[in-house]
């Protein structure tokens, strides 16, 4: 399997697919180039590593460096909370597809939708589903990043099937760049 397969083979993206992204200054980048970036969590993010950093802590670095809201699923929001932060919103995974579908709907009291979203901690097949039915009804302009530790076809730009150690990195690169400034 190439780093740019679907985890699962039997899943068939489509005709559009999403770029992998092996530069974590790509999405450093993007993260700092957005107007209103947003992070959504759900639960297998709070899966301990093999290499110095949790998941959760590693997001906390990036959402306060780069002053980016965090949206978390219900069963995730308490390892947010243990460790001192408080998400924007606790939201069901499929309340999350709602709302980014809506374009009206904003996350801040800027009344802006955010144009920027990085997806981390869902299940495969969860994240498969939520981020197909974003790239066909959500508005046009937003771009989707799957940060997760496998590809995401459904996506903007995907990090590529890894190890769990090599992810960890990747993340932890990304909050150490989004720090600098």
């Known amino acids: 399997m190439t780093s740019d397969d679907p985890w699962q083979r039997y899943e068939v993206p489509g005709s559009t697919q999403s770029t992998v992204v092996t530069k974590t200054a790509v999405i450093t980048a993007l993260l700092k180039k957005a107007a209103h970036p947003l992070i959504v ?45 408080t998400p924007t919103a ?23 939708h955010p144009d920027l979203v990085l997806f981390l901690g869902f299940p495969y097949s969860m994240g498969w589903l939520l981020q197909s039915g974003l790239k066909s009804f959500a508005p046009k302009g937003i771009r989707f990043i799957s940060i997760d530790q496998r590809y995401q076809p459904h996506c903007t730009l995907s990090f590529p099937n890894q190890s769990r150690d090599e992810w960890i990195t990747h993340l932890n690169t990304i909050a150490d760049e989004v720090g600098y400034t």
Do not use: C, Y
């Open 41 to 85: 969590v759900a639960h297998h993010a709070d899966i301990p590593a093999n290499v110095t950093g949790n998941p959760v802590e590693i997001i906390i670095r990036i959402a306060d460096a780069g002053r980016i809201p965090v949206i978390v699923t219900p069963s995730t929001a308490p390892a947010f909370r243990k460790r001192g932060f």
């Open 90 to 112: 606790t939201l069901s995974i499929m309340e999350i597809g709602a709302r980014l579908n809506d374009p009206d709907w904003s996350i801040g009291d800027d009344h802006q």
